[in-house]
């Protein structure tokens, strides 16, 4: 049938016509409540919506230790500043161009993959996604245990002196907690959604004003604390680069899925505005939180303290200890199991073909987990940065450039709605559901980056 009439234009959005989705029941589709694309009359997200989003998204206490990190490792308050706005400004590009896609068709990330990768070929950047996912749940529930460390700790102070042991049974006490939520299908998380944004933004407030008393109230003190500076024995240009990519690798993930939300917005203009305006300003405003934290902790402490969960346990007062370790754990709750535990969740459960309950895929998911060893990563902020995250990077990289290079330029952001849909046929079926060249590209590029990691004469890649 002819595409003029599966499928309309109004405007900035693409729809299914009543044609298009009896076209679609001819064949075999994989067409269902779930994987449908969302017609413009059912379309209410707007630019502050969008924005909002990354707000929620950007002011969490991951990108406020990534923020201190740079500055540990021997960057200035400005050059770290710089360094993390810039590289989430470029992940913006990214998050907008694949944000085109699901404003204009109304579909999802996983759609998005199947054009591109073919029906079964779509199995690698699923993994890919999931790998990613279970990492950083690995992180949060790490940092999320540390919060109730401190707790613990605050009520029973022998606790903090069983060291690694005692971490690591807070770490699996928040392991489980997270587990519960997301295996339950408990309501608590949307909930808490709801309020984490204005606590972690009273939090961050708190750290600005905490930070400005122990510098005697005044700014230019803060910013000229010894750890805000340039370490004179470090290259900034050697540091730069491979913190840029590390920035960029940091929001990767969500970028990848930005048609999962932007298949919600009116228009083209209300999805670009809205992640342009806010992603680079929340970032600046909590990359400068995590440096005012930092630099009143060495004033205070006399310690480099770049993780917030740490800071807090410096407290004498054990109400504060108390009070701040669970406006922590809140916050990081509610990002960690709608963000990074149950899109792996989902994504094991399709490739399994629900041969398992919700439940049990989600304990399983969770466990692997463990194997990324998230106390390692988290051992110091340069491994964390130019070790962890750039290696996750590697992985992001060459899925993001076939999306992008595929969407905007191979099929000129022209799709065929109905041809999406077919399982057993149509443009986007290639060579029995693998897209044989765009597999073989993916998996070279992915080993020429992992080669340029570890053989010293291709290092400059």
């Known amino acids: 049938m002819d595409v003029k009439n599966t499928q309309i234009q109004k405007g900035d959005i693409v729809d299914l016509t009543d044609a298009g989705l009896e076209e679609i029941n001819k064949y075999k589709n994989d067409y269902n409540d779930m994987s449908a694309p969302i017609p413009s009359n059912k379309r209410d997200w707007r630019t502050k919506d969008i924005a909002n989003l990354w707000i929620g998204m950007i002011v969490s206490i991951a990108v406020y230790q990534v923020a201190s990190g740079l500055l540990v490792s021997g960057m200035s308050w400005g050059q770290a500043l710089f360094t993390v706005v810039l590289g989430h400004t470029i992940v913006m590009g990214v998050a907008i161009a694949l944000g085109h896609f699901g404003t204009k068709y109304g579909m999802t990330y996983p759609t998005l993959s199947k054009i591109v990768f073919g029906n079964k070929g779509t199995v690698f950047p699923s993994l890919i996604r999931a790998i990613l996912g279970i990492f950083w749940f690995g992180v949060q529930a790490w940092i999320g245990g540390q919060a109730v460390y401190t707790i613990i700790g605050a009520l029973y102070p022998n606790w903090l002196n069983m060291g690694f042991t005692a971490q690591f049974i807070s770490f699996i006490i928040f392991w489980i907690i997270n587990v519960y939520i997301a295996a339950s299908g408990s309501k608590a998380v949307k909930v808490l959604e709801g309020i984490s944004a204005p606590i972690l933004i009273v939090l961050s407030l708190i750290v600005i004003i905490w930070g400005l008393s122990t510098a005697d109230w005044s700014l230019n003190n803060l ?89 807090v346990g410096h407290f004498p007062s054990v109400s504060i200890r108390i009070i701040f370790s669970i406006f922590l754990i809140m916050a990081v709750l509610t990002t960690n199991v709608a963000g990074n535990l149950i899109p792996p969740v989902n994504i094991a459960a399709t490739l399994t073909k629900n041969k398992f309950n919700y439940k049990t895929v989600t304990i399983g998911v ?55 849909y077919l399982t057993d046929g149509g443009k986007y079926f290639y060579s029995k559901g693998w897209n044989i060249p765009v597999i073989i590209l993916f998996l070279a590029m992915t080993l020429l980056i992992f080669a340029g990691r570890f053989v010293d004469s291709l290092s400059w890649i």
Request: charged share 15%.
């Open 223 to 311: 910013l000229n604390v010894e750890i805000l500076k340039a370490d004179p024995k470090v290259d900034f240009w050697k540091l730069f680069w491979p913190a840029l990519s590390a920035m960029i690798a940091f929001d990767g993930g969500i970028a990848l899925s930005m048609p999962d939300y932007t298949r919600h917005c009116v228009d083209q203009k209300s999805q670009s505005l809205g992640q342009i305006i806010s992603a680079p300003i929340m970032t600046f405003y909590i990359s400068f939180v995590g440096m005012c934290g930092t630099a009143g902790g060495l004033l205070a402490f006399g310690d480099e303290i770049w993780e917030p969960a740490v800071l």
């Open 366 to 420: 969770a466990i692997l987990a463990l194997l990324a060893r998230p106390w390692d990563s988290l051992s110091s902020a340069y491994n964390l940065i130019f070790n962890v995250t750039q290696l996750l990077g590697a992985l992001i990289g060459p899925i993001s450039g076939i999306y992008l290079v595929a969407y905007l330029f191979d099929y000129k952001t022209e799709i065929d709605v109905v041809d999406t």
